[in-house]
């Protein structure tokens, strides 16, 4: 009966050994590799290129609240 639990012990042992060796050889391929798949890639183009819209969006809206603080300025300054 011991023995049994010894070899199954060992057996597991060895199994939960070499999961774990493989598991890390195939993460530092991936890491050596690049690290990310294409598909990952391409989310973060997209989302970049989302991120870069929006920024020249809030660049233009800048510009015009500038403008229209410039025009109500102007009319506050001139006499009625």
Request: include cysteine; charge should be positive; charged fraction near 25%.
């Amino acid at each position: 009966m011991h023995g049994s639990i010894i070899v199954a012990i060992v057996f597991g042992g060895t199994v939960l050994c070499l999961v774990i060796i493989g598991s890390t050889i195939l993460m530092a391929i991936k890491i050596l590799k690049g690290g990310i798949s294409r598909k990952d890639q391409q989310v973060q183009a997209d989302e970049a290129k989302v991120i870069q819209e929006i920024y020249q969006g809030l660049s233009k809206m800048e510009q015009r609240v500038e403008a229209l603080e410039t025009i109500i300025l102007d009319r506050k300054e001139r006499p009625q």
